[in-house]
């Protein structure tokens, strides 16, 4: 199963890309996670990659298609992968046509999970990450909590810069531009599924197995 997973940045595909990766047994390949990864680690494309994204915009083609080559084709791949956070754009998707095309692989489809983008600020934006562990939760999960529950640093919550909201609407915005063309050019090859993402976890990821099976 090779599965594109698409959505607005906070519409949680993240989150059920994980849950169809332990499902069906295949890598969930986050191009987000290898960037952080690379700014973390301060390498060459990490310096280059932070400074873009902290600006709210888009990481070069180039550099993304070279990333996601190098990972389609290691081992763990050969029987399927969950894509997630590319394509963003339709010039990233013809390339990946044609590695797919060079890989003899015909069986990608890409899954739409939408919502409504007030819904997705005020999520976003109710987020905070710890600054040690780097793992998110959502205010409520840490009300009057002042360390973290995954590595009980203190004082470690912090709003990450991709989550204020002044860069969330920018980012919708670049979603809006650069990536919906890509959900047109995957329709048009009759390869997209569309799912409601407004509702708590278990409930989209059972509408997304349904509509897998069909
Ligand atoms: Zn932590």
Same mark, same amino acid.
Request: a neutral charge; proline letters at 3%; charged letters at 35%.
């Given at each position: ?7 607005? =940045? *906070? ?15 295949? =890598?969930?390949? $986050?191009?987000?996670? #290898? ?10 494309? *990490?310096?280059?990659?932070? %400074? ?6 888009? !990481? =070069?083609?180039?550099?993304? #298609? *070279? ?9 763990? +791949?050969?029987?399927? @992968? #969950?894509?997630?956070? @590319?394509? &963003? ?28 983008? %007030?819904?997705? !600020?005020? &999520? ?8 040690? +562990? ?5 205010? /409520? ?6 360390? +973290?529950?995954?590595?009980? $640093? ?12 002044? !860069? ?12 919906? =063309? ?10 997209? #599924? /569309?799912?409601? *993402? ?5 409930? !989209? ?10």
């Amino acid at each position: 199963m090779r599965l594109l997973l698409f959505g607005a =940045p *906070g519409v949680g595909k993240g989150t059920q890309a994980k849950l169809l990766s332990i499902k069906f047994n295949i =890598p969930h390949i $986050s191009t987000g996670d #290898i960037l952080r990864e690379a700014v973390k680690n301060q390498t060459e494309l *990490g310096k280059k990659a932070e %400074e873009i994204m902290n600006r709210g915009d888009l !990481v =070069p083609d180039e550099v993304m #298609i *070279g990333i996601i080559r190098d990972r389609l084709i290691k081992s763990d +791949c050969q029987n399927g @992968f #969950i894509l997630d956070g @590319f394509p &963003r754009t339709t010039k990233q998707a013809i390339a990946l046509d044609k590695l797919l095309d060079e890989m003899n692989i015909n069986d990608l489809k890409l899954i739409n999970i939408y919502a409504d983008e %007030e819904e997705i !600020v005020k &999520r976003l934006n109710n987020r905070r990450a710890c600054k040690e +562990c780097g793992k998110i939760f959502t205010l /409520s999960e840490i009300q009057d909590k002042d360390e +973290c529950p995954n590595c009980h $640093s203190r004082t470690s919550f912090y709003l990450r810069d991709d989550d204020k909201e002044e !860069v969330i609407r920018k980012r919708l915005e670049v979603f809006r531009k650069n990536t919906e =063309p890509v959900l047109t050019y995957y329709e048009k090859k009759g390869k997209v #599924i /569309s799912v409601n *993402g407004f509702g708590d976890i278990e409930d !989209v990821n059972k509408k997304l197995l349904n509509a897998l099976s069909k």
